[in-house]
Protein backbone atom coordinates (compact mmCIF):
# COMPACT_ATOMS: atom_id res chain seq x y z
CA UNK A 1 0.00 0.00 0.00
CA UNK A 2 1.20 3.40 -1.48
CA UNK A 3 -0.27 7.05 0.21
CA UNK A 4 -2.59 8.17 -2.53
CA UNK A 5 -3.85 11.62 -3.94
CA UNK A 6 -7.26 12.07 -5.15
CA UNK A 7 -8.67 14.62 -7.50
CA UNK A 8 -12.12 15.19 -6.52
CA UNK A 9 -13.20 17.96 -8.87
CA UNK A 10 -12.34 21.81 -9.21
CA UNK A 11 -9.73 22.57 -6.29
CA UNK A 12 -10.76 19.80 -4.49
CA UNK A 13 -8.74 16.85 -3.32
CA UNK A 14 -8.02 13.93 -0.68
CA UNK A 15 -4.84 12.74 0.28
CA UNK A 16 -4.58 9.11 2.04
CA UNK A 17 -1.61 8.05 3.89
CA UNK A 18 -0.02 4.35 4.36
CA UNK A 19 -0.85 4.97 7.89
CA UNK A 20 -4.81 5.46 7.41
CA UNK A 21 -4.70 9.68 7.54
CA UNK A 22 -7.48 11.09 5.25
CA UNK A 23 -6.42 14.84 4.72
CA UNK A 24 -8.94 16.66 2.33
CA UNK A 25 -7.89 20.10 0.85
CA UNK A 26 -10.48 23.22 -0.33
CA UNK A 27 -13.94 20.70 0.22
CA UNK A 28 -16.45 21.86 -2.11
CA UNK A 29 -17.00 20.03 -5.22
CA UNK A 30 -20.41 18.31 -5.39
CA UNK A 31 -21.01 14.56 -5.35
CA UNK A 32 -20.35 11.90 -2.41
CA UNK A 33 -16.91 12.79 -1.97
CA UNK A 34 -16.49 13.76 1.16
CA UNK A 35 -17.75 10.03 3.34
CA UNK A 36 -14.50 8.79 4.09
CA UNK A 37 -14.20 10.49 7.53
CA UNK A 38 -11.15 13.60 7.79
CA UNK A 39 -8.29 13.42 10.15
CA UNK A 40 -7.22 16.96 8.56
CA UNK A 41 -9.29 19.26 6.38
CA UNK A 42 -6.89 22.14 4.83
CA UNK A 43 -8.52 25.25 3.47
CA UNK A 44 -6.45 28.07 0.84
CA UNK A 45 -8.95 30.22 1.41
CA UNK A 46 -12.99 30.94 1.96
CA UNK A 47 -14.35 31.01 -1.46
CA UNK A 48 -17.63 29.36 -1.44
CA UNK A 49 -15.74 26.46 -4.08
CA UNK A 50 -12.54 25.91 -1.42
CA UNK A 51 -14.13 25.82 2.09
CA UNK A 52 -17.32 23.84 2.42
CA UNK A 53 -16.43 21.64 5.79
CA UNK A 54 -19.35 21.11 6.43
CA UNK A 55 -19.41 19.00 3.30
CA UNK A 56 -16.81 16.18 5.21
CA UNK A 57 -17.14 13.40 7.48
CA UNK A 58 -14.76 14.29 10.28
CA UNK A 59 -13.46 12.29 12.94
CA UNK A 60 -14.50 13.47 16.34
CA UNK A 61 -10.57 15.05 16.76
CA UNK A 62 -10.70 16.23 12.69
CA UNK A 63 -8.52 19.26 13.28
CA UNK A 64 -9.21 22.44 10.35
CA UNK A 65 -6.05 24.15 9.21
CA UNK A 66 -6.92 27.60 7.05
CA UNK A 67 -5.12 30.52 5.79
CA UNK A 68 -5.58 32.45 8.86
CA UNK A 69 -3.87 29.55 11.09
CA UNK A 70 -1.38 29.17 8.23
CA UNK A 71 -0.34 33.25 8.44
CA UNK A 72 0.83 34.20 11.23
CA UNK A 73 1.76 37.71 12.11
CA UNK A 74 2.85 37.57 8.38
CA UNK A 75 4.61 34.91 8.71
CA UNK A 76 3.84 31.32 6.47
CA UNK A 77 3.39 28.51 9.28
CA UNK A 78 4.29 25.21 8.66
CA UNK A 79 2.68 22.60 10.95
CA UNK A 80 3.48 18.87 11.24
CA UNK A 81 0.59 16.43 11.67
CA UNK A 82 0.77 12.54 12.12
CA UNK A 83 3.59 12.45 9.93
CA UNK A 84 2.77 14.92 7.53
CA UNK A 85 4.32 18.21 7.22
CA UNK A 86 2.09 21.16 5.78
CA UNK A 87 4.18 24.32 4.73
CA UNK A 88 2.31 27.43 3.76
CA UNK A 89 3.36 29.17 1.22
CA UNK A 90 2.06 32.55 -1.07
CA UNK A 91 -0.81 32.59 -3.34
CA UNK A 92 -2.63 35.31 -4.94
CA UNK A 93 -3.81 37.27 -7.74
CA UNK A 94 -6.23 40.04 -8.93
CA UNK A 95 -9.15 37.76 -7.29
CA UNK A 96 -7.32 36.45 -4.22
CA UNK A 97 -5.85 39.05 -1.60
CA UNK A 98 -2.00 38.01 -0.53
CA UNK A 99 -3.32 38.52 3.12
CA UNK A 100 -6.25 35.78 2.87
CA UNK A 101 -4.96 33.14 0.65
CA UNK A 102 -2.59 30.15 1.12
CA UNK A 103 -0.95 27.48 -1.40
CA UNK A 104 0.37 24.60 0.79
CA UNK A 105 3.57 22.40 0.32
CA UNK A 106 2.80 18.78 2.00
CA UNK A 107 5.67 16.24 2.36
CA UNK A 108 4.34 13.03 2.54
CA UNK A 109 7.57 10.32 3.52
CA UNK A 110 9.79 11.74 0.95
CA UNK A 111 7.54 13.29 -1.21
CA UNK A 112 6.81 17.10 -1.47
CA UNK A 113 2.82 17.72 -3.35
CA UNK A 114 2.13 21.54 -4.16
CA UNK A 115 -1.04 22.42 -3.85
CA UNK A 116 -0.98 26.16 -4.95
CA UNK A 117 -4.63 27.17 -3.55
CA UNK A 118 -5.66 29.89 -5.93
CA UNK A 119 -3.15 32.11 -7.75
CA UNK A 120 -1.55 33.60 -10.92
CA UNK A 121 2.15 33.03 -11.47
CA UNK A 122 4.23 35.14 -8.39
CA UNK A 123 7.57 35.48 -7.74
CA UNK A 124 7.65 33.87 -4.61
CA UNK A 125 6.97 30.32 -6.82
CA UNK A 126 10.91 30.95 -7.82
CA UNK A 127 11.77 29.66 -4.22
CA UNK A 128 9.77 26.54 -4.28
CA UNK A 129 12.46 24.96 -6.88
CA UNK A 130 14.98 24.31 -3.99
CA UNK A 131 12.25 22.22 -2.03
CA UNK A 132 12.11 19.28 -5.51
CA UNK A 133 8.67 19.49 -5.77
CA UNK A 134 7.61 15.99 -7.15
CA UNK A 135 3.28 16.47 -7.66
CA UNK A 136 2.36 20.44 -8.41
CA UNK A 137 -1.57 20.90 -8.62
CA UNK A 138 -1.79 24.19 -10.00
CA UNK A 139 -5.46 25.87 -11.68
CA UNK A 140 -5.48 27.02 -15.16
CA UNK A 141 -8.97 28.47 -15.56
CA UNK A 142 -7.64 31.74 -17.27
CA UNK A 143 -10.40 33.67 -15.45
CA UNK A 144 -10.17 33.38 -11.64
CA UNK A 145 -6.87 32.66 -11.83
CA UNK A 146 -3.60 31.72 -13.73
CA UNK A 147 -4.58 30.05 -17.14
CA UNK A 148 -2.62 27.07 -19.14
CA UNK A 149 0.54 28.68 -20.43
CA UNK A 150 1.15 30.89 -17.85
CA UNK A 151 0.70 27.77 -15.24
CA UNK A 152 3.27 25.54 -17.58
CA UNK A 153 5.64 28.29 -16.95
CA UNK A 154 5.10 27.97 -13.08
CA UNK A 155 5.98 24.50 -13.65
CA UNK A 156 9.02 25.31 -15.22
CA UNK A 157 9.37 27.93 -12.45
CA UNK A 158 9.31 25.87 -9.80
CA UNK A 159 10.96 22.50 -11.44
CA UNK A 160 8.56 20.16 -9.87
CA UNK A 161 8.30 16.76 -11.74
CA UNK A 162 4.66 16.28 -12.40
CA UNK A 163 1.98 19.32 -13.00
CA UNK A 164 -1.60 18.16 -12.39
CA UNK A 165 -4.15 20.76 -14.07
CA UNK A 166 -6.74 21.13 -11.58
CA UNK A 167 -9.64 24.09 -11.16
CA UNK A 168 -10.16 24.04 -15.03
CA UNK A 169 -13.88 25.30 -15.49
CA UNK A 170 -15.63 27.14 -13.20
CA UNK A 171 -19.23 24.98 -14.77
CA UNK A 172 -17.95 22.10 -13.17
CA UNK A 173 -19.01 23.22 -9.71
CA UNK A 174 -22.63 24.04 -10.43
CA UNK A 175 -23.11 20.68 -12.30
CA UNK A 176 -20.19 18.37 -11.34
CA UNK A 177 -19.65 17.75 -14.78
CA UNK A 178 -16.15 17.36 -16.50
CA UNK A 179 -15.34 19.91 -19.10
CA UNK A 180 -12.03 19.90 -21.37
CA UNK A 181 -11.57 23.94 -20.95
CA UNK A 182 -7.81 24.35 -21.08
CA UNK A 183 -6.43 20.71 -21.04
CA UNK A 184 -5.63 20.68 -24.95
CA UNK A 185 -3.48 23.89 -24.63
CA UNK A 186 -1.22 21.65 -22.35
CA UNK A 187 1.90 20.15 -24.02
CA UNK A 188 4.66 20.17 -21.35
CA UNK A 189 5.48 16.63 -20.93
CA UNK A 190 5.22 17.04 -17.21
CA UNK A 191 1.56 17.01 -17.39
CA UNK A 192 -0.85 14.49 -16.04
CA UNK A 193 -4.69 14.87 -16.46
CA UNK A 194 -6.47 13.17 -13.44
CA UNK A 195 -10.64 12.94 -13.84
CA UNK A 196 -12.93 13.45 -11.39
CA UNK A 197 -12.55 10.71 -8.35
CA UNK A 198 -9.04 9.36 -10.01
CA UNK A 199 -5.96 8.97 -8.00
CA UNK A 200 -2.53 8.82 -8.12
CA UNK A 201 0.20 6.25 -5.98
CA UNK A 202 2.78 8.66 -4.36
Not at 79 to 106: C, D, M, Q, T
Not at 118 to 141: G, Q, R
Not at 187 to 195: F, G, M
Amino acid sequence: MKNKLTFLGHGSLKLTTIDGVVVYIDPAFPGDWYSEAADLILISHHHGDHDRVDLVERKADCVIWDNKDMIRNGEYQTKEFRGLIVRAVPAYNKNHKKEESVGFVITVDDKKIYLSGDTSKINEMADLAKLEIDYSLMPIDGHYNMGPQEAQDCAELIKTKCFIPIHNDPRSMQDGKEYDTGLKQLNSPKVRILHHGESIEI
